[in-house]
Antibody, heavy 115, light 110 residues
Framework: QVQLQESGPGLVKPSETLSLTCTVS????????WSWIRQPAGKGLEWIGR???????NYNPSLKSRVTMSVDTSKNQFSLKLSSVTAADTAVYYC?????????WGQGTLVTVSS | QSVLTQPPSVSAAPGQKVTISCSGS????????VSWYQQLPGTAPKLLIY???KRPSGIPDRFSGSKSGTSATLGITGLQTGDEADYYC???????????FGGGTKLTVL
């Protein structure tokens, strides 16, 4: 059974860079797309982007200028960096396998942007 | 504003049937498969329907999906109190080259 676990700081200061890592267990990260999705409190899902294990990416056009994704197949991990964060970036961040349906999800991690 | 349009809420009595609509355009639903996700309170979303009408292993046949043109529908029969959740449709948008979601529909089982 594939499992995903997000990790990273729960508090980020405004204007700084949010960095999260998703560790995949129970299966290989290779030959799949892997996505990041976020959800502000009480609001809907927003797709941030995805990365293939070759390193190819697709990003949400509304976030593209601030997003960078990377993958480390040796560690079965993929990562998200979101730069120049503001309070509007406060949300629960999920990682998921993009099959292309999002069939396995992490439990989510709350990231708060505040000074 | 979400690219896909869903009703904010629906409700029905236990045992009854409910449908949730998802409206899009030719650049998304019209030319791509639709997925549906169930998000129980305080948990991560779970894949409910993929490729318009297929159920992953373990999803009961009370849940069904359909697509016509630029709209998709999730159906739930034999409603149970445990079905109370937020439901999201999702698909790929070929113009945006991005995955898009509906705004979500809150199901209340009265």
């Amino acid at each position: 059974q594939v499992q995903l676990q997000e990790s990273g700081p729960g508090l980020v200061k405004p204007s700084e860079t949010l960095s999260l890592t998703c560790t995949v267990s129970g299966g290989s990260i290779s030959s799949y797309y892997w996505s990041w999705i976020r959800q502000p409190a009480g609001k809907g899902l927003e797709w941030i982007g995805r990365i293939y294990t070759s390193g190819s990416t697709n990003y949400n056009p509304s976030l593209k200028s601030r997003v960078t994704m990377s993958v480390d197949t040796s560690k079965n991990q993929f990562s998200l960096k979101l730069s120049s964060v503001t309070a509007a970036d406060t949300a629960v961040y999920y990682c998921a396998r993009d099959e292309p349906d999002l069939d396995y999800w992490g439990q989510g991690t709350l990231v708060t942007v505040s000074s | 504003q979400s690219v896909l349009t869903q009703p904010p809420s629906v409700s029905a009595a236990p045992g009854q049937k409910v449908t949730i609509s998802c409206s899009g355009s030719s650049s998304n639903i019209g030319n791509n498969y639709v997925s549906w996700y169930q998000q129980l309170p305080g948990t991560a979303p779970k894949l409910l329907i993929y490729e318009n009408n297929k159920r992953p292993s373990g999803i009961p046949d009370r849940f069904s999906g359909s697509k016509s043109g630029t709209s998709a529908t999730l159906g739930i029969t034999g409603l149970q109190t445990g079905d109370e959740a937020d439901y999201y449709c999702g698909t790929w948008d070929s113009s945006l080259s991005a995955k898009v979601f509906g705004g979500g529909t809150k199901l209340t089982v009265l």
